[in-house]
């Protein structure tokens, strides 16, 4: 099973930086399901990011993905106040799902 | 629009059991596989269950192999999720989500239905 590791854990910016999170994978994963999503509390989740770079339905072009093989990357381009969330990584492989544990993004 | 609704959480002691529902509308379930995901308190988001399309095929995360049950009514477009065996760990926000199929990704998902595990 690949393992996620997130970093950094939480972040604190002002709006309108430019933000880079972190997704490791522990071996080589396929970047076809390499996933990211945004959590805010109380909210349900929401996808950002799938197949590594390509942005889902609806979200800001200011969001974007990349990475292949084991490092992977979401970066805002812009922090909007709207931004400051739990973001997360996932990964699906075989008959499993697994999930990194997530870079709080906060605002400085 | 396309949504899907959880409910049937609740407070259920250790041992105990709970069936937990998600309503699907603005879309038809049968041609897609559906999962559940939970959140417990101050943690990251976790899978759960996946049902395929059809029903015919079914997968549990290790921590719940054996005592959730994962089951879908095409016909009435909604997706159970029976919980037996209640621990106090399973305590979460249980979240019903949509397969985005060809990516292993889940969207849409639900609010969410909280599930309590306590004397």
């Known amino acids: 099973e690949i393992v996620l590791t997130q970093f950094p854990g939480t972040l604190s910016l002002p709006p309108g930086e430019r933000v880079t999170l972190s997704c490791r994978a522990s071996q080589i994963a396929n970047s076809i399901f390499l996933n990211w999503y945004q959590h805010k509390p109380g909210q349900a989740p929401r996808l950002l990011v799938y197949?590594?770079?390509s942005r889902a339905t609806g979200i800001p072009d200011r969001f974007s993905g990349s990475g292949s093989g084991t490092d992977f990357t979401l970066t805002i381009s812009r922090l909007e106040p709207e931004d400051f969330a739990v973001y997360y990584c996932?990964?699906?492989?075989?008959?499993?799902?697994?999930f990194g544990q997530g870079t709080k993004l906060e605002i400085k | 629009q396309v949504q899907v609704v959880e409910s049937g959480g609740g407070v259920v002691q250790p041992g105990g059991s709970l069936r937990l529902s998600c309503a699907a509308s603005?879309?038809?379930?049968?041609?897609?596989?559906m999962h559940w995901l939970r959140q417990a308190p101050g943690k990251g988001l976790e899978w759960v269950a996946h049902v395929r399309y059809d029903g015919s095929e079914k997968w549990y995360a290790d921590s719940v192999k054996g005592r959730f049950i994962i089951s879908r009514d095409n016909l009435k477009n909604k997706l159970d999720l029976q919980v037996n065996s209640l621990r106090p760990e399973d305590t979460a926000v249980y979240y019903c989500?949509?397969?985005?199929?060809?990516?292993?990704?889940?969207?849409?998902w639900g609010q969410g239905t909280v599930v309590t595990v306590s004397s």
């Open positions: 996932q990964h699906h492989s075989g008959s499993t799902y697994t």
């Open positions: 989500a949509k397969d985005f199929h060809g990516y292993g990704a889940f969207d849409p």
């Open positions: 197949g590594a770079s």
């Open positions: 603005g879309f038809t379930i049968s041609t897609y596989g």
